[in-house]
């Protein structure tokens, strides 16, 4: 279980250079699961997204002494994880010179063969429905199907307004829906 | 759940499962935030070392090509010329023709040595023309040492030597301070023998000498007084002198006040008082003083308030000068005695000397010889130092005691 520690704490606590280590070792229990769920449905590979939760986390090391309380701690997370999701798709794309359908089709036989996913056929088939959305559609579908989280919310993650978020959103469960429904 | 009524709306959608369906390895987040740590740690030290501990120089990659390339030239010249020394075109190949000739000039060369000839008996004569040319070269540097001796100075050299350790060893042996007088040791035995026959007679009272009584008892008080007026006579440097032939003088000028005391206390003698005089002289004196009153009441009477009458007891005119000449004489023994440097001749002009001026000298002679005791005698002939006679000096004492 994570620790539900404040984030007012442990912001508190970094700001003090003595207890500086021991404020993000906090923020890492507090933060590490949600993070790691979060890049492992983008990038769907184990590896993938241990590689990309470690640097997430160097880069909140490195940001948090800037970082303004007028956004929420687990959404300025969010925000990083999820550029350095779309980073790491887009070097992906290019070292392999494949267009965004051929990654998805390569995120497709990741899933087939990954050992470390335990889902039925109808969270396989969801999984590869959503391997079809554009990113940021994913992203938001994501974000409130598996993370509950609210439009404002995903708002302050993704930068975009709410009413956009709720289009993508809705554009993005039709997609899942049709996918689930076609394949049937 | 209000979120999740949006889900009615996709029936398809909501019949799949909406856990999670990936996985992680066992322990996975248990460990996770160990290593997201130490990757942290390794980055910030990955970004700071290289900027703060390493540096090169200015423009150092810009040239490092060119330095590189250079360098490689360099070494492939080096390795060109192997050990970089240079020879002549063609010198290892006259190289060992090169070598045979030189080997043959060297032979000739050696070979010319054997053509030096020397005289004939030349070493024979070598040793001696050597020792001759060093006895040379040693009389020309003597000579140029300017050092000359006197003519046949080595011939008495070694005399000269002998009687200088001589004077030497005798100036040694005066250095040790032991100087005796001359012909010390020639009269050493006759002075021993002399002074063991004193000592046996001053120790052996059995070989017939007799002493005054109490003469040892007085002896070292005479010898320390002896001492001293030696002491005093030998250092003229106390300060004490005395009229110039005293001391020539003084044993007669003992003797003759001797001879005056023996004539003052005969004629001290000579005056007599009847038998019993003295006894009857106090009564007599109180009887004529204190009168008629009884003896007890005189005894009785208090001293302070009745005054004795005090009379002249020798109102004669001879008794006060023989009393005052008693006194002088006492008083000028003691003065003479205690202070002899002190005397001058005056005392030759008192009444003393006036009195004794008239007796004669054949007297006082004749006085001294049947008067002086034997202990005076024998204490006088030892002091002057003259040989003791001692068969004379029994006989004198016999008959000293036979007068006594």
């Known amino acids: ?184 | 759940m209000e979120n999740r009524e949006w889900l009615n709306d996709y029936p398809s959608l909501k019949q799949v499962n909406p856990v999670n369906p990936f996985t992680v390895p066992e322990g996975y987040f248990d460990s996770l935030g160990s290593r997201i740590v130490s990757l942290k740690n390794l980055d910030a030290l990955k970004n700071n070392t290289p900027a703060k501990d390493f540096t090169v120089p200015e423009n150092y990659f810009e040239e490092l090509t060119n330095n590189i390339q250079s360098r490689i030239a360099i070494e492939t010249t080096l390795n060109n010329e192997d050990t970089g020394f240079a020879v002549p075109e063609g010198y290892f190949e006259g190289l060992a023709s090169n070598i045979q000739s030189r080997i043959a000039v060297e032979e000739a060369l050696n070979t010319e040595d054997a053509g030096f000839a020397v005289p004939e008996g030349y070493f024979d004569g070598l040793a001696n023309n050597i020792q001759s040319r060093i006895a040379v070269e040693e009389a020309l540097n003597t000579q140029d040492a300017g050092f000359g001796v006197p003519e046949g100075y080595f011939d008495e050299l070694a005399a000269n030597i002998q009687s200088r350790i001589a004077l030497e060893e005798a100036l040694n042996t005066e250095d040790a301070g032991f100087a005796i007088p001359g012909g010390y040791f020639d009269e050493l035995t006759a002075n021993i023998q002399s002074r063991i026959a004193v000592e046996e007679a001053l120790n052996t009272e059995d070989a017939g000498f007799a002493i005054p009584d109490g003469y040892f008892d007085e002896l070292a008080a005479n010898i320390q007084s002896r001492l001293a007026i030696e002491e005093v006579l030998n250092t003229e440097d106390a300060g004490f002198a005395v009229p110039e032939g005293y001391f020539d003088e003084l044993a007669d000028n003992i003797q003759s006040r001797m001879m005056v005391e023996e004539v003052m206390a005969e004629q001290a003698e000579a005056f007599a008082v009847p038998e019993g005089y003295f006894e009857k002289l106090n009564q007599s004196i109180l009887d004529k003083t204190i009168g008629a009153q009884p003896a007890e009441k005189a005894v009785k009477a208090v001293p302070s308030k009745r005054r004795g009458i005090v009379r002249k007891m020798y109102a004669s005119t001879f008794f006060k000068y023989a009393t005052a000449a008693c006194f002088a004489v006492a008083i000028g023994t003691g003065i003479l005695l205690m202070q002899p440097a002190a005397q001058d001749n005056s005392h030759q002009h008192s009444f003393l000397h006036k009195e004794l001026s008239g007796v004669p000298i054949d007297d006082i002679k004749s006085y001294l010889e049947s008067n002086v005791d034997g202990g005076e005698t024998q204490q006088s002939v030892i002091n002057q130092g003259a040989p003791v006679n001692d068969a004379q000096l029994k006989k004198d004492l016999q008959n000293i005691d036979t007068l006594q």
């Not at chain 1, 699961?33 to 490195?62: C, G, N, P, S, T």
């Not at chain 1, 303004?68 to 070292?95: G, H, P, V």
């Not at chain 1, 087939?112 to 938001?140: C, H, I, M, W």
């Open chain 1, 1 to 184: 279980m994570p620790i539900e520690i404040d984030d007012a704490v442990i912001l508190s606590k970094f700001q003090d250079e003595k207890t500086r280590n021991e404020a993000f070792n906090l923020l890492l229990k507090k933060y590490q699961q949600k993070i790691y769920w979060h890049v492992r449905r983008m990038v769907i590979d184990h590896d993938d997204a241990d590689d990309l939760v470690q640097d997430v986390f160097i880069k909140v090391w490195k940001n948090l002494a800037g970082f303004r309380s007028d956004a929420q701690l687990y959404t300025w997370m969010y925000r990083i994880a999820t550029n350095e999701c779309i980073t790491f798709l887009n070097k992906k794309k290019a070292k392999n010179n494949i267009s965004l359908d051929d990654v998805a089709y390569e995120l497709a036989d990741t899933l087939a063969d990954s050992t470390y996913f335990n889902g039925d056929a109808a969270q396989r088939k969801l999984q590869e429905a959503l391997l079809t959305l554009p990113e940021k559609q994913k992203l938001v579908f994501n974000m409130k199907y598996y993370d509950d989280m609210k439009y404002e919310e995903i708002s302050e993650v993704l930068g975009t307004s709410v009413g956009a978020l709720k289009a993508s959103f809705h554009l993005a469960v039709k997609k899942i829906e049709a996918h689930l429904l076609g394949h049937d």
